[in-house]
Structure formats: structure tokens, C-alpha cells
């Protein structure tokens, strides 16, 4: 068999079906973890479709090691052509991407081009792309991709064809993607083994697969053992409706069917986590792999099980060893002063309270400190500091009082280094009223996030508590989260926007 070549897309499609695409340093930080992760190809967005992505594309293309392909998007048009070769020709070994569908139906009803119309955009976008990119660096690459390809089952003969154009034309790499999930994994296998067959052997076939039907990994997998080198996967499944093929399950059911991939496992854990947190996608609990409740045991008959096979790399009741993706072990978790941020976040999430990977950064320091003193720490220790860290935060900010006055107006008193400040601010409810108020008095910051919700009165007995969640921007750009409970929700909200400043300031002060 040969080695598998991921791909990662969670930069082009995964960005793009996020409510906030990601600026040039949020696309930073991915990359990064998808250069820890050591894929060997990135699509690093679609330059033509912003001037942000284009520089983006740029930046990212400077900074990719010299044995990753790094890709940029590109339509059937000379002008998008022209713009992902000037984004990514910095990359040792750029690469166009280029598409077209030429699905039957899409054709006709989207395209509103013949067939053979469409071939010959496709063609000859291609030869353009070739010639221009080899021109910047002959180490370049075309790849294509046939959009709609899993709808192409009438027509295939005429999709082959144009695809032994296409790479007499210059394409190396032919992408077959499942644009839409429609219907069975293994119609569309059948597919991908016809064009295999037909091309010649020098060309890597790809596949790209949306997981509408929630397939999406069983078919690229399969499509794997029948000859598609290339895999298109996104981080945590981001993209476009029900996402894309979720890299890490596709990544541990080859490792675990015994392939050697060349991806590095154990950052699997934490790069979810912070995907998650930067996406503002949570992980959903029953995620395979990373969910909260994806490798735990409620029943007696699984927690036996699994505490007798605890060690073993092959547990009685899970696909993996938690370790293997850098996950904490699930039978027991203890903080030692030698733990990290994920043993943090892995106790305070499963005892079930909200919590972010960037929080547990933020405290992680205090933990160590409470470990190097007292040894392994029990969880109830970790959850007393998570409480005063997250949902008390000392700092230079304290809320003495606030009152409603009248319409939108509301009154703040607080004190800033144990200077008193009383204020007004006027705003749409308490908490704009609140940013008004402290602006006027120099202290700007954005909301950039908001959201209620009640603690598990599992977890604190009867009578839920309202959560207020503040996600505040500084001046730079920075973004904290704060936390804050209460019986009212205003005086939660409120609370929480303190608890935010407190953290702000305090960052700010150590910088
Ligand atoms: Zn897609």
C-alpha cells in the first residue's frame, strides 16, 4: 500500500462555513498545529475570494516547511488563476487547485454550460495554470477537482475522458469529491476505482467528501484501500452543512488498521480543543475520539471491563488508548505538577463544568503551584481553583453595585486600583449599557461573544443557576473569556464583564 497523503482543507472549506472566517492570525495558529500534526498538504484558502485571504495565503506560503504542498483554490478563471499562483508561490512546492463540476445535473442547472463547453473551461484552465505556475517554480502542481463528482454516476465515461485531458494537460493530482453526501459509500467507491483504473498510474487520485449522511470517514477510508492516495480531511469536521471528512477519524482508523501514516497522533487531542474554541464549534460530547464522553464508561459491566484492560493499548470497551491522541487516561486522571493544560481542561470538563482550552491555560499556572505543594491533586482541589479563578477573578477591577435607573440607563459603581468609580451608561440592556459606561471612562472594550445558560443542577443541586459567558476584545485584539453566576442574569452578565476585565488587565500588566 502506499503511504497516504493527507490533505488538510479545514484553512479553505472548513474557513469558509464558519459564521466568523479567520483572519491572518487565527489562520496562523491552525497552521501551525496542522505543521505539528505533520500533514503533508494544506489548502491555504481561496485567495481570489478576499484581498484578507489572499494575503493570508501569502503569509501561510512563507511560513510552510519545504516538504508540504501548500495549495490555494482557484475557479476555471484566468483571473482566480493568476491570484492563487501569486499567493502561494513563496511555498517550495505550491500548488493550484482548480475545479469545475461537470456532474449532469450541476451542468445544467447551475453551470448552465453543455458538456462540452465545460471541458473545454476545464482543459483549458488547466494548461493555463500549468504553464504559469511552472513558469514560478518548476516544482509546482495543478491538481483538479471534478465538483459534484459523486453525482456523475450517468455520465462517468464522459468525466473520464475529459480527466485523461485535464492531465495531458499538466494536472498531477485528480481530486474526486463528494460534494454532496447523497447515498451509498460503496456507489461512489465504485466510482473512484473506475477513474483509478482508467488514468495513469502516475496521477494521485484524491477524494474530498462531505459528510451530509455522516459517511464521510467510512468512504474516504475505503476509498483509501482502493487506490485514492490522496485524503481531504478538515480539523474537527469543520465545513461547509454537515462539514467534511474529520481528519482525526480518519487518521486513527488507518493507524488502527495498521497502515503507518506519517501524522503525528498525540497532538490530536489539544488541536481539537483549540480548533473548538477558536471556531466557536463546540465539540459535541458523543465526537469519536474527542468528545467528552467518547472514551468514558458509565455501565458497571464497561467500567469493569475497562479497568481490567486499562493499560493494554486494546481496552475492552474503546477504539484506542487515550494516550494515543494525547488524551488524558480516562480510568483516572490526577494533576501532578508534570501534567498540562489538557489534564486541566479533561478533569474539570468531565467533573462537568464549562471550560475552554484557553482557560485552562490561564490556570494552569495555579494549579502547578497548589501541585508542587501539595503532590498529585485531587479533582475536588482542581475544581476549587477553576471556581475562584474563572467565576471570582481577583484583579484591579471590583463591581462594588449597579442599578437600573430608567429606559437604558444604568448606574455602575466600581472600584479601579482601589480607585471609586461612579458611572452611567446607556445602552440596549445592562450589558451594552455596562461597555458604554466603561469606555467613557477609558476602558474600551468589545463584545465580541454572549451567551446564557444555566449550570446542570445535577451537578449544584436544585435550583439551576444562570451562567452569563463574556467573550471581550481588548485594544489588540485579544479575546478573554469571562464567566460569571448568579440567580439574576444581570447581575451575572455584569459580574462576568468584570471577570473579564480582571483577566485583560492582568495579561496586559504582565506584558
Ligand atoms: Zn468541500
Known amino acids: 500500500m502506499k503511504q497516504p497523503f493527507f490533505y488538510d482543507i479545514t484553512l479553505r472549506d472548513g474557513n469558509q462555513a464558519l459564521k466568523k472566517p479567520w483572519l491572518i492570525d487565527d489562520k496562523k495558529i491552525i497552521?501551525?498545529?496542522?505543521?505539528?500534526?505533520n500533514v503533508q498538504g494544506i489548502e491555504v484558502g481561496f485567495p481570489a475570494s478576499s484581498e484578507t485571504d489572499f494575503n493570508a495565503c501569502v503569509e501561510l506560503s512563507k511560513l510552510a516547511p519545504d516538504s508540504m504542498v501548500v495549495s490555494g483554490l482557484a475557479r476555471c478563471t484566468k483571473n482566480d488563476i493568476v491570484?492563487?499562483?501569486?499567493?502561494?508561490?513563496?511555498?517550495?512546492?505550491?500548488?493550484?487547485?482548480?475545479?469545475?463540476?461537470?456532474?449532469?445535473?450541476?451542468?445544467?442547472?447551475?453551470?448552465?454550460?453543455?458538456?462540452?463547453?465545460?471541458?473545454?473551461?476545464?482543459?483549458?484552465?488547466?494548461?493555463?495554470?500549468y504553464d504559469n505556475l511552472l513558469k514560478e517554480n518548476p516544482k509546482g502542481q495543478v491538481?483538479?477537482?471534478?465538483?459534484?463528482?459523486?453525482?456523475?454516476?450517468?455520465?462517468?465515461?464522459?468525466?473520464?475522458?475529459?480527466?485523461?485531458?485535464?492531465?495531458?494537460?499538466?494536472?498531477?493530482?485528480?481530486?474526486?469529491?463528494?460534494?454532496?453526501?447523497?447515498?451509498?459509500?460503496?456507489?461512489?467507491?465504485?466510482?473512484?476505482?473506475?477513474v483509478i483504473n482508467e488514468l495513469d498510474k502516475s496521477v494521485i487520485v484524491s477524494v474530498?467528501?462531505?459528510?451530509?449522511?455522516?459517511?464521510?470517514?467510512?468512504?474516504?477510508?475505503?476509498?483509501?484501500?482502493?487506490?485514492?492516495?490522496?485524503?481531504?480531511?478538515?480539523?474537527?469536521?469543520?465545513?461547509?452543512?454537515?462539514?467534511?471528512?474529520n481528519f482525526y477519524e480518519v487518521a486513527v482508523a488507518l493507524h488502527n488498521s495498521g497502515i503507518e501514516i506519517p501524522i503525528n497522533l498525540s497532538k490530536i487531542y489539544e488541536t481539537a480543543l483549540t480548533v473548538a474554541q477558536m471556531s466557536k464549534v463546540p465539540i459535541w460530547e458523543k465526537a469519536p475520539l474527542i468528545g467528552s464522553d467518547a472514551l468514558a464508561h458509565r455501565s458497571g459491566i464497561h467500567q469493569d471491563g475497562a479497568l481490567k484492560t486499562k493499560d493494554m493499548e486494546k481496552g475492552a470497551y474503546r477504539p484506542i488508548h487515550p494516550s494515543l491522541i494525547g488524551r488524558g487516561d480516562d480510568e483516572k486522571i490526577g494533576f501532578t505538577s508534570q501534567s498540562g493544560k489538557t489534564a486541566i481542561f479533561e478533569i474539570i470538563?468531565?467533573?462537568?463544568?464549562?471550560?475552554?482550552?484557553?482557560?485552562?491555560?490561564?490556570i494552569q499556572p495555579v494549579v502547578k503551584e497548589a501541585a508542587e505543594k501539595i503532590g498529585e491533586l485531587p479533582?475536588?482541589?482542581?475544581?476549587?481553583?477553576?471556581?475562584?479563578?474563572?467565576?471570582?477573578?481577583?484583579?484591579?477591577?471590583?463591581?462594588?453595585?449597579?442599578?437600573?435607573?430608567?429606559?437604558?440607563?444604568?448606574?455602575?459603581?466600581?472600584?479601579?486600583k482601589n480607585q471609586p468609580y461612579k458611572t452611567t451608561g446607556v445602552g440596549n440592556g445592562p450589558v451594552d449599557a455596562c461597555l458604554n459606561a466603561l469606555k467613557t471612562n477609558g476602558f474600551?472594550?468589545?463584545?465580541?461573544?454572549?451567551?446564557?445558560?444555566?449550570?446542570?443542577?445535577?451537578?449544584?443541586?436544585?435550583?439551576?443557576?444562570?451562567?452569563?459567558?463574556?467573550?471581550?476584545?481588548?485594544?489588540?485584539?485579544?479575546?478573554?473569556?469571562?464567566?460569571a453566576r448568579h440567580g439574576s442574569t444581570a447581575v451575572a452578565n455584569i459580574k462576568a464583564i468584570f471577570n473579564a476585565l480582571n483577566i485583560i488587565y492582568k495579561e496586559k500588566a504582565s506584558k
Open 349 to 362: 470538563n468531565r467533573a462537568g463544568y464549562p471550560i475552554s482550552l484557553q482557560e485552562a491555560i490561564r
Open 143 to 194: 491538481q483538479f477537482s471534478v465538483e459534484h463528482f459523486g453525482d456523475c454516476r450517468e455520465n462517468l465515461d464522459f468525466v473520464i475522458d475529459t480527466l485523461k485531458e485535464i492531465v495531458q494537460m499538466g494536472a498531477t493530482v485528480i481530486n474526486l469529491p463528494n460534494t454532496v453526501e447523497r447515498c451509498r459509500p460503496k456507489n461512489f467507491i465504485q466510482m473512484v476505482e473506475r
Open 379 to 416: 479533582t475536588s482541589k482542581i475544581i476549587d481553583i477553576y471556581f475562584s479563578e474563572t467565576f471570582n477573578v481577583k484583579g484591579d477591577f471590583k463591581l462594588e453595585n449597579f442599578r437600573h435607573i430608567n429606559d437604558g440607563k444604568f448606574e455602575f459603581e466600581f472600584t479601579y
Open 31 to 37: 497552521f501551525e498545529k496542522l505543521v505539528e500534526l
Open 444 to 483: 474600551d472594550v468589545k463584545l465580541t461573544h454572549y451567551e446564557q445558560s444555566s449550570l446542570d443542577e445535577e451537578i449544584l443541586g436544585a435550583g439551576s443557576t444562570a451562567m452569563s459567558v463574556v467573550h471581550l476584545e481588548d485594544n489588540c485584539g485579544k479575546e478573554v473569556i469571562g464567566r
Open 83 to 129: 491570484s492563487a499562483i501569486d499567493a502561494i508561490k513563496y511555498a517550495k512546492i505550491p500548488r493550484v487547485h482548480t475545479f469545475l463540476t461537470l456532474s449532469p445535473f450541476h451542468m445544467k442547472y447551475v453551470l448552465n454550460k453543455d458538456p462540452d463547453v465545460a471541458r473545454k473551461i476545464a482543459t483549458e484552465s488547466v494548461k493555463f495554470a
Open 208 to 245: 474530498h467528501n462531505h459528510n451530509d449522511l455522516g459517511m464521510a470517514t467510512a468512504t474516504t477510508v475505503e476509498a483509501y484501500f482502493s487506490g485514492a492516495i490522496q485524503l481531504e480531511c478538515a480539523l474537527n469536521g469543520l465545513g461547509e452543512r454537515a462539514g467534511n471528512t
